[in-house]
């Protein structure tokens, strides 16, 4: 079996052990309004997800870095390429990004936060073994 790589399973919201099953529940474009929805344990491996109750409240300094480069680059856009436009363009337009990429941002920013301080190490034989039952 090839090694998965991990770029790929975090772009993919795999699990961080066998990279092979979801992190979450329902595929973003499919149910937009259920983009929070997560598995408590990997429907593939079955690694438990969240390590202890209100793990993933970590997960809102990754958010937060993420929200901080969307809103400086779209500053940074508007400035360089729109020739510095009136305040309430800004006031208006970059809270307008964030909230637009606020689901993208959600869910990035546990599957990094999942990957960087979850503990759980990729096992190349997880990702062969037979799909856990997740009832």
Known sequence: ???KSVGSAILNHKCPRCRTGDIFQYPFLQKPTKFTATYKSCPHCGVQYEQEPG?????MYVSY?????ILLGTAFILYNFFGDP???VYI???PAVVLLLLPIVFR???TVFLYGF???SYNPEAASKAPADNS
């Open 55 to 59: 793990f993933f409240v970590g997960a």
């Open 86 to 88: 009136d305040l309430i």
């Open 65 to 69: 870095a993420f929200t901080m480069a």
């Open 1 to 3: 079996m090839q090694k």
């Open 108 to 110: 990035y920013s546990r």
């Open 92 to 94: 208006t337009t970059v």
């Open 118 to 120: 979850g503990g759980i």
